[in-house]
Structure formats: C-alpha cells, structure tokens
C-alpha cells in the first residue's frame, strides 16, 4: 500500500516535471553558501537561543501563574531581572541568526520531487509551523518591548501557546535533521571556496555574528545600565522616567489618579489574621523603616536599580497577627485589569526585604511609580511590584 | 544545495516526530482553550502569515537583490557590500517598531529616544566601517602586486 503510494507519487513528479521551472530548476540558486553546513552550523546557533528563549520565557510565566508544585524563591535578588533580560536579548540576537538560517534554505522550498515519502511528507509539513512560529515569536516579542500591539489577541497569552507549537516543531526538526548535523559538523570540511566576487563561509558566518552582536549592543544597555548611552534602539532608557527610571503602567491608564491621591487613603491587611488593619499613610511612615536596594526587572526585558524604603510586609503581618508562613495577595487601587493583584509566596512575603514600599530614591514615590505604597521584594517580575497598593489579603 | 537528498528515517526521527506533534498539539489545545484571549482566528492569521510574508514577500526581494548584486556590482566591492548590507538589514529589522509604534500616550519614558536619529547613526558606523575595511583590503592587495 504503501509502495503504492510512493510509485504513484514518482509517477506524478515525472509528469510535472515539465512544469519544474523558475526556483524549481535544478541550478536555479547559485550561492555556495547555501550549504548544508551553513544551514547546520547557524541551526546550532538557532536552537541553543530558541532554548535559552523558551525556558526563560517558561520561567516567566510559572512565575507569573505558579502551578501548585512550583515556589519561586525570593533569592538571588537579581535572579529574575537575568533570565528575563537574557529572554528579551537572546530573543533580540535571534533576529540576524533566524534571517540567515531561512536565507540559507530558502531553496530548499523548492525541493524536487516535492515530496518522497510519508516520512519525507510528515518532516516538510512540520517546517510551517516551525518557520510560522519561529517568525511570529520573534516578531510578536519585537512588538511587545515597543509596546505596540497591531493585532486582536493578548500578547503573553498568544506568545505563549505560540512558544509550545514552535518548540514542538522544532523538535520534529531536530529529529529529523540531528543526525546529518552531527555528521556535518564533525567532519573537518574544508571552507569552501567563494566564487569570485562571492562571500566565503567565514566572512558570510562572521557578517551573521556580527549583525547578531550589534542589535544586542544597540538593545542590552535597557537591562545593562553601562551600555545604555550606546543602546540606541533600546526601547527603554534605565535612566529616564520620574524619579531617574521608567515606568509601564501609567496611573492615568490604571484609572487611580483620584484614588491613590485622595488623603482618606488606607492600606488594608485582612484575611486570615488575628487583628485586621486600617492603616493611613502617617501611621506607615511612624513604623519603623527599612532601605533596601532592589531591581526593579520588567517582563519587557528593562531593568533599573533603585533604593527603596518602607515597612517590611514581614513586619505588617506580625502587627496583624498572622499565621507563620502565611501567604498574601497585594491589592491594587486598580479597579480593572489582569495586573491589578500579585502574590506573595510564603517565601517573598517573609522575605525582610519585601516592603511596602513609601519611598524611592530618598523622595516619597511618584504617583506613576505607585503612590502611595507599594509592593517592592527581591526577585519579582515588575507586573507583580503592585503599585498603588489598597489592599493585602492573608491566606 | 544541489543533488543533496536527505529523506528522513530511523528511530530518532518516528521518535523527535511523535513527541514534537504531541507538544505541538499541546500548544494547539491551549491556544484553542484560551480563545477568549488568543483569538484564534487572527492568531492564525498572524502565525501563517509570517512564514506566508516570508516566503512569498520577503525572501524573493532578497534573491532579487542579491540576483540584482551580481549583476550591477564590481566583483571586488560585493562582499564587503553583503556584509554591510546583512547589518544594516538586522539594524533596520530591530529599529522597525520603534520608530512605528504609535508609543504610549502620557508615558514619555516608553520609546523615550529619536530612534529615527539612532538608526541613522548605526546606518552610518555601519557604512564607514565597512567602507574601511574595504579600503584597507584594497590597499593590502594592491601592496602584495607591488
């Protein structure tokens, strides 16, 4: 049956064959640089950053949504601003690698015969969602540090799922083609010669490294604050915003300008505690303060260092009796949004240096940082530093 | 590329195919369960239209660039013109959405450069550095023949 199936594919290539024209031609793509070895050395390349890309953006979201068998600790400090600036750069220097790879194979679409086997049939259909994916991950996220979102869906949701189905095509095509990379790569082919005129591999690899180099110097400086006067096309300058760093989520966007402003203000702890609290913003400021410097790490892939003083949560909950181990969920003012509340694990909510954050820098918060409390801990994504705290909810 | 068959076969592949079909539609079932947020349809549109704009859009102006290269460039410019060419592509690609984005209304610190003015300049050093070093292989060679 199957047999049948391949003799009667032979057979219809052959009739077609007459029809083998433009790209199809047998010598229609003349560059020696499209090679199987160029397409295997820049596929490594490809799949150490898809991978580095994907387990730092899976990090992100079980942060960000933790299953029941996932605790994020509040230790190292600076852990999550890492992964994610390396998610955000990887993704970045992804850009020329993944241009060079479909560059490199693009003749290979045109494949003659088309199709040769099932196995052949089942490897090639497993391209579309690779070569789909792979495109819309890198374009999507390109978007999303501009803050620019020209379509329907919801990005993290989209990029997500996008994620799994590009990564399992990508797995296909590991399978597929792991074994004639190994090969390629270990046997010591010599450089071929360019054609005159032509770019030898090394320099057209050394063009690609480069390119790939310089839109990570010309981004990185968003994340890495010594870099940032060279990082021309950073979408974020560590360095500016109120109060010396940026901001996300504006108060006039979060709708709470009138709320987070209103001296009628109180913070809420309540849940499972022994004396609820109702506390205004002078009672916060007699308790006794902490000072600790903090990154505040984005998901976009930004970070800025700041000083940050208020009252440890860790000391709130004692004044409210809690249970040891206890965990919170931060309130925004917020009335709507996916962002308007944040968890506390136990371990960052009796992190000493998880504060109610009153002040930053030496002045007391601006509204857009989140005036007038809130939440700032170690190793948190920037969405869940709630601004304009109302509320900590014990559970 | 040229007679260089590799059809796929062996246990490694069955296995990388089973299990990379199994994650793909694990995506597929979470994309779909999610529709109030994923919007499926102009998910989908997105999804095949990138590789659609690639295959169909953008690769063939790249051929025909390239086809257009070899037709009108000296022999001696053209690798130092790819070269420059393949920077100033990845530059002009990173810099697309800042300079498209409609930025953030009352958020002066997203997209708070004159990215206009910094692609500009990363254009330029592009193009001296690869005009440099174009003059100096020229004037490397041209010492060898005296």
């Not at chain 1, 913003?281 to 000072?291: H, I, K, P, S």
């Not at chain 2, 859009?57 to 690798?79: D, M, N, S, T, Y």
């Amino acid at each position: 049956m199957v047999r049948r199936v391949e003799q009667n594919l032979d057979r219809l290539w052959t009739r077609l064959a007459p029809f083998r024209r433009g790209p199809f031609k047998q010598d229609a793509f003349t560059s020696p640089l499209h090679s199987r070895k160029t397409a295997a050395i820049l596929g490594i390349a490809l799949g150490v950053s898809f991978t580095v890309c994907f387990l730092t953006g899976l990090l992100s979201h079980l942060i960000q949504h933790p299953p029941g068998w996932f605790l994020w600790p509040s230790r190292p400090a600076g852990l999550y601003r890492v992964t994610q600036g390396l998610h955000v750069a990887t993704g970045i220097a992804a850009i020329p690698l993944l241009g060079a790879k479909l560059w490199t194979v693009f003749p290979r679409l045109f494949l003659w015969p088309p199709v040769e086997n099932a196995a052949h049939a089942l490897e090639r259909l497993s391209l579309l969602p690779l070569v789909g994916g792979s495109v819309f991950l890198l374009v999507s996220g390109l978007n999303n540090i501009a803050l620019w979102y020209p379509w329907e869906f919801f990005f993290p949701a989209a990029h997500y799922w996008a994620a799994w189905i590009t990564v399992g095509a990508l797995v296909v095509h590991v399978g597929a083609k792991g074994s004639i990379t190994s090969a390629l790569l270990r046997r010591q082919l010599p450089d071929p010669p360019a054609a005159p005129g032509g770019m030898s591999r090394r320099s057209f690899l050394a063009s690609v490294a480069g390119a790939a180099g310089l839109v990570t110097l010309a981004t990185a400086g968003q994340t890495v604050r010594p870099l940032r006067r060279l990082s021309l096309l950073a979408p974020r300058d560590p360095g500016v915003g109120p109060q010396g760093f940026p901001v996300n989520k504006t108060a006039r966007s979060a709708v709470v300008t009138q709320s987070a402003t209103d001296p009628q203000w109180r913070l809420i702890v309540e849940g499972r505690v022994g004396r609820p609290l109702s506390l205004s913003l002078a009672d916060l400021r007699a308790m006794e303060q902490r000072e600790v410097i903090l990154p505040i790490a984005c998901v976009e892939g930004w970070s800025a260092t700041a000083r940050w003083r208020g009252v440890p949560v860790q000391d709130l909950l004692a004044l409210a009796g809690s249970p040891e181990q206890a965990e919170v969920t931060a309130e925004s003012l917020q009335p709507r949004g996916l962002y308007r509340k944040s968890e506390l694990n136990r371990l960052h909510a009796a992190d000493a240096d998880t504060l109610v954050a009153l002040e930053v820098n030496g002045e007391p918060l601006h509204l857009e940082h989140g005036y007038p409390a809130r939440i700032m801990g170690p190793n948190r994504p920037g969405v869940m530093q709630t601004k304009w705290l109302a509320k900590l909810v014990v559970s | 590329m040229t007679g260089e068959r590799h059809v796929p076969s062996g246990s490694f592949f069955w296995l990388g195919l089973a299990a990379g079909w199994a994650l793909m539609l694990f995506g597929l079932a979470g994309l779909l369960d999610d529709a109030a947020r994923t919007h499926p349809v102009n998910f989908g549109v997105w999804f095949l239209g990138s590789a659609l704009v690639h295959d169909a859009l953008i690769a063939p102006a790249v051929f025909a660039l390239g086809f257009a290269i070899v037709r009108v460039v000296p022999v001696r410019v053209r690798p130092f013109l790819r070269t420059g060419l393949i920077l100033s592509a990845a530059a002009l690609v990173v810099a697309f959405p800042t300079i498209a984005a409609p930025g953030v209304p009352g958020n002066p610190s997203a997209l708070p450069r004159n990215y206009p003015a910094g692609l500009a300049v990363l254009l330029g050093l592009i193009w001296l550095g690869t005009g440099v070093m174009f003059v100096l292989k020229s004037l490397t060679v041209e010492s060898r023949h005296d």
